[in-house]
């Protein structure tokens, strides 16, 4: 019991409890109530339709907000002073998105404009994701948000018409994994080597039907960015969401931002924020455990992002494999990448490295992959491509005059947005190339049709870049 | 929606682990506003060569496998991007159905909602449905939503999960969001007693 009586619950719980319109009953799901729906280009239109077509109005266009970013230019402003959208279906879709929003009375962070980018690098930085939340989004990544103690999560195309129209979602309980991280880490290691280690130890498919919450004294010891990065890639180990309890490092960073409450209305909201951590004695479903002492860089081979280890191991042998159906994706995935088993990937020539996107993309990214490149310069033949994850964050670079050390090394400076991400909009890998990227999926073609796709740390791809070929970063470091 | 009750059909073996949205139709075919159109699109990139040929090793371009209507995938099918285009693919490829030992969360709830059945077997039927759809690609297994079993050509009937508000609304041909609307009175009073804390449309 809790000094108030109340049997322990989780974080998780507390947040769901606070949430239910409805609880689930034999026949129907919890119907639950959404506090901030966030909606882009590519997976909205659909959803409008149907309103339209269903003559319905958005619920609450103030718990609701547009941005641009998956199709979107990352190039600048051309003589015109215009951006250019090279393809004309991305073109009308963002018209799509810009009538909608109008339509419908929803603000939009419209291409070309300061607040744009991408969508779960906006929240965060705008203030308006706030710890206990309920948050939205029709985008696997939406698990980000959980790293404020929000429950975050992506919904489908019918979902994003159901809270347009309702505010509300329909959900069955998802089970809860506690993903503990205990000890410090070591210089080079960052939090993304922590999450491609959490994913390549329990699977893609390990943490389906759960919500995770991550904990321990390595967790704690990370900022914001280094949560959010974690929390991001959730669902890269099947978790719709990841959470990780409020703490003074999470209000430090929603205190003054825009959407923030401000005076005596931050005092309330901080003192109902320190309810939400998961009370001593609460249970979990499941529970894995990692130590942050033994973590090295890490690094994928393959084709999903479990399949990922110690940037110094070798890529293993589909023959190791017991099982048939692993050992048949581990060799498609091999042929894909055109990698040998047991071969070395520190010393493999790498075409391009791509350091953005919403895993990624926050000033403190940019600020460590420029520290590292300051004074060096990519390598011939290699083409790095910094993608700030927004606006805001390429205004504050630039401020500090990363975009000089990046420009000044080779690199290209863009604007903010997915690019390489999911190279949706011409940003892309040509069919053989290999890249070194800071995103978080390397599935076959996502970053380009034929492209192989080398997940890691901006210090890594800051590493690689400067040699051209793939190099772990503990070795530059002195 | 039409109602779904049961339907027969034939199966076509993808025992790959893992599919993940991006195969189903990888990112370029996203820039749409519409739903319907996409089956073109389905494994797009493991279908067809760069020039447009398609592949003739690709189990989904062999002529035997034309018209199947139930897909028999690998484990953790549909992981990865939350996008609804991937069941609007496979729906316009014909699939009326995907079986699989387990589902993606947010795949399994986007199929549920077009009317797409993720149907869950254990690891020995789903070999057995791999085999079958390997070694005689005419056989014919009927999915019975009523029942919740798909019934294989030997008459063995195998059950499959389902929640039973998605089994309601697919057996009826309701969408859920005339559920939710019709709860306008309870959200209303929810919303009174929980105020929003940000609004996203004063700035
Ligand atoms: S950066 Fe990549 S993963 Fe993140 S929202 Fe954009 S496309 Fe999705």
Redesign the pocket.
Known sequence: MTNNGTPPRTLFEKVWDNHLVRPQTPDTPAVLYIDLHLVHEVTSPQAFTLLRERGLKVRRPDRTLGTM??STPTTPRNAEGIIPVLDTLAAAQLDVMRRNCADFGISLYDLGTDKQG???VIGPEQGLTQPGMTIVCG???TSTHGAFGALAFGIGTSEVGHVLATQCLLQNRPRTMAVRVDGHLRPGVTAKDIILAIIAKIGVGGGTGYVFEYMGEAIRALSMEGRMTICNMSIEGGARAGMVAPDETTFEYVAGRPYAPKGEAWDTAVSAWRQLPTDDGAAFDNEVVLNADELTPMITYGTNPGMGMPINGFVPDPDNMGDVSQRTALDKALRYMDLQPGQKLLGKRVDVVFL????N?RISDLREAARFIKGRRVADGVRMLVVPGSQQVKAQAEAEGLHEIFKAAGAEWREAG?SM??AMNGDQLQPGQYAVST???NFEGRQGKGGRTFLASPLTAAATAVNGVISDPREMMN | MEPIKQFSGRLAPLPINDIDTDQIIPARYLKVTDKNGLGGACFADWRYEADGTPKPDFALNRPEYQGAAVLVGGHNFGCG?SREHAPWALLGAGFKAVISTYFADIFRNNALKNGLLPVVVDAETHRQLISLAEEDPAAEVTVDLEAQAVILPDGRSVQFPIDAFSRYCLLNGVDQLGFLLGLDEHISAFEEAHPARVRTTAS
């Open positions: 970013d998956h991408i969508v779960h985008d696997s990544h953005g996107s919403c895993t993309s997915c991400c999911i995103s978080n999926r | 991007s």
